[in-house]
C-alpha cells in the first residue's frame, strides 16, 4: 500500500507519508467495515476520497479521513460509499456554513440515537440542504432538525392524541419513522389551507415541537424540492 500511496502523490497535494499516516488511523476500523483488510485498490479508493473531501473543504487529511471512516462505520456502509459521502459532506457543508466536522459528530449521534430510524447520510444532508434554501442554516439547522427528530420519534401523548385525531402517524408498521419524503408529505397534507400561523402551531402540536417554525417553508414546499436537494447534494462538487 505504502508503494501505492508513492504512485498517487503526483495526483494530490498531499505526501505519501501524509496519505500513509492518515490511512493507518483507520486501517483497522475500515477493516472491521469490510470483514477483512482493505485491497490496495480500496485503500487507494477511499484515501482520494478522503483527499478529495480536505482539499476541497480545506480541512486536514487526517480530519477529512476520520469523519469519513466514521460515518461508514456508523452507517454500516461499503468503503466504496466514500466517494459519495464525500459529495453529501462537501455539499451541504459549503451551503450550510456548518464544519464537515460538525457534520460527521451530528450524524453519527443521530443513526446512534435513532438506530433503524435513522435518515440516510444521502436525505439528512438533502434535508439541510432544503433548509438552508429557506434561510435556515448552521447549528440553527442542524438543532432544528434534531429536535424535530427526537419528537417524532418520542412523541408525548398530547401529541399522539393529536396524531390520532387527524388520522396520521410518523412511523412504518415496525415503530421505525418514515422517511423524510413520506414524513413531509403527510405534515404539508395535514396543514394544507392553513396560514403560516396556524400552520406551525399545527406542526408543532403533531410532533415537531419547536422546530416548526424552522421546518414549516421546507414541509409547505413540498417533496419535490426536497427530492431535487436529495439528489443535488449527492452530485460532485
Known sequence: IGNA???QAFNTTFSAQQTMTAYAAVAGQLGVVAGHALTTAQSLAF???AQDLAEASGTSLGSSTSDLA????AYGLSVTAASSVTNDLFNVSRTTGVSIDTLTTTMQRLHTQMG?????IQDTSGMLLDMAQHGETGRGA????TTAFNGLMSPSAAVLATQQSLGISFDDAKGHLLPLNQIVTIAGQSI???SEVQAIAQL???GFGASASKLYAVIQAGTGVLSADETAVNAAG
Open 70 to 73: 466514521t460515518l461508514i462505520q
Open 116 to 120: 433503524a430510524s435513522a435518515p440516510s
Open 142 to 145: 442542524i438543532s432544528a432538525l
Open 192 to 194: 394544507a389551507g392553513l
Open 204 to 206: 408543532k402540536a403533531e
Open 5 to 7: 500511496f508513492l504512485g
Open 47 to 49: 484515501m482520494t476520497a
